[in-house]
């Protein structure tokens, strides 16, 4: 997968310099930008920002117009003022549906927009006038089931990026206040089937995978705290044998990314590229986490009330994961990632095996061997691949190791010492490989005639 399908809009901007330059011809770049599934003409009219500035606008308008309301809310009379909000969202509603029907549906969605906030505004109102339940979450939630409709009729990313934000607010208020939010449940349904209809978004696949994760996870928190409290509760628990859950779940998304890749999809391929990339990332943020050896010695001190469920789930999302990869078996990027993610699972599962806190320190050290070991994988990945991204993310990893390291020293300064040695020799020993790589690379290119290849900066 290559990276650079995240930067496609970009590099169509930058193809139309290339035509402006006489280096290619327009044809050319319509072709490069056909092959990542961007349209080259429509990238030089719109972008992120000014889509972004239109949003934010609409946005300023309705605070600008609930904050009026409000300011002169007591002395108007009550029924007035209920009637006066659902006038104000209907017609800006049917003023949005006119607007659509006429084609111009950039407006529209505008308007709609505008128009779920003057929904979202009389619901926290009339609930304010009739004193109408105390419970937030619930009017939240509302305003995002109203939105819903709109979002998934109009297939608009802005109302439909809206929606998330609304119903993950609520997912979010919900369980701080202990309860179990069982009724997110059509959304993430609807954020799935969007995902798979409608263009494109980054924003709302990261959006949807937090979103839906987040309530996997509460699930989870549900089910253990139900049976202790019993059948009919719905109070919300947090437990240590998340952790498990989490990392099983990341190990399913990159699954699921490699599934994606082998798709003919263009936006397939985007979310594929973009899905494997976090993934990574992800594991290298946990690993530096528990590189430290407090994690480790309140994991051990946890009660690990309900492991066989989470062992269960972790080693399920293996085997789903193992499945959806089962194209790419032969690509050595997916077998590393399998690999590595067995050892994390077999790492998170020993505090519940080991019930001394004296090897918490021996755990940390695992779990830094862990890190360098990762580190020089992506060195050798992104030197034999010629990719800059995996090259430099490699080296960043050694390096915040050993800087945290640094500050937080292994056993005593002896034992810091012989692991910065360690760390130099991963280094010299990583870029005398790249010079190898190099000089075989020129060798080959000279016998054929061509020239000389390097890192590719994706």
């Known amino acids: 997968m290559r990276l650079i399908r995240l930067l496609k809009n970009d590099l169509a901007k930058e193809s139309a310099q290339w035509v402006e330059s006489g280096i290619i011809e327009q ?68 003023f949005g549906w006119h607007k659509w029907r006429q084609g111009l549906q950039s407006s529209a969605t505008g308007v709609f927009f505008l128009g779920n906030m003057f929904y979202g505004a009389s619901i926290i109102l009339i609930a304010q006038i009739y004193h109408l339940g105390e419970h937030m979450p619930d009017g939240i939630y509302w305003w995002a089931f109203g939105c819903l409709p709109l979002a998934m009729l109009t297939q608009s990313r802005i109302l439909m990026l809206q929606t998330l934000l609304l119903s993950t607010v609520y997912l979010l208020l919900e369980s701080s206040l202990g309860f179990y939010p069982l009724a997110f449940f059509p959304f993430a349904i609807s954020l799935l089937w969007f995902l798979y209809r409608s263009p494109s978004s980054l924003i ?109 789930f972790y080693l399920l999302a293996i085997v789903i ?55 020089c994988g992506l060195i050798i990945r992104g030197i034999q691949s010629g990719t800059s991204h995996y090259f430099y993310f490699g080296v960043t990893t050694i390096l915040i190791t050993a800087l945290l390291r640094y500050f937080d020293l292994i056993g005593d300064y002896i034992g810091g010492a012989v692991l910065f040695m360690v760390f130099a020799i991963i280094l010299l020993a990583a870029a005398k490989f790249w010079k190898y790589h190099a000089d075989k690379q020129l060798g080959n290119k000279t016998n054929h005639g061509g020239q000389a290849g390097g890192l590719n900066h994706e």
């Open 321 to 375: 994961t193992l499945g959806l990869s089962w194209q790419n078996r032969k690509n050595r990027q997916t077998i590393t990632f399998l690999i590595l993610g067995l050892l994390v699972g077999i790492l998170l599962l020993a505090p519940a095996i080991i019930d001394v806190d004296y090897y918490a320190q021996h755990l940390q050290i695992i779990d830094n061997l862990l890190l360098v070991v990762v580190g």
């Open 204 to 312: 709302i696949l990261f959006g949807s995978v937090f979103a839906i994760g987040y309530w996997v996870e509460s699930s989870f928190g549900w089910l253990w705290s139900l049976s202790q409290n019993g059948i009919g509760s719905f109070y919300l628990g947090w437990h240590v044998e998340h952790v498990l859950v989490t990392a099983g779940l990341f190990v399913f998304i990159y699954g699921l990314s490699q599934k994606l890749a082998t798709c003919q999809s263009v936006k397939a391929k985007d979310y594929a590229a973009a899905l494997a990339l976090w993934s990574l990332r992800f594991a290298i943020f946990s690993l530096l986490i528990l590189s430290f050896e407090d994690p480790w010695q309140d994991m051990i001190e946890a009660d690990w009330d309900n492991l066989a469920s989470a062992a269960i």
């Open 27 to 94: 044809q050319q770049a319509e072709q490069i930008c056909q092959q990542y599934g961007v349209d080259y003409h429509q990238a030089q009219v719109h972008s992120f920002g000014y889509r972004m500035l239109v949003g934010l606008g609409f946005l300023f308008i309705g605070l600008s117009l609930i904050t009026l309301i409000g300011a002169n809310w007591d002395d108007i009379p009550r029924a007035v003022r209920m009637g006066s909000l659902i006038g104000l969202t209907l017609l800006t509603q049917l």
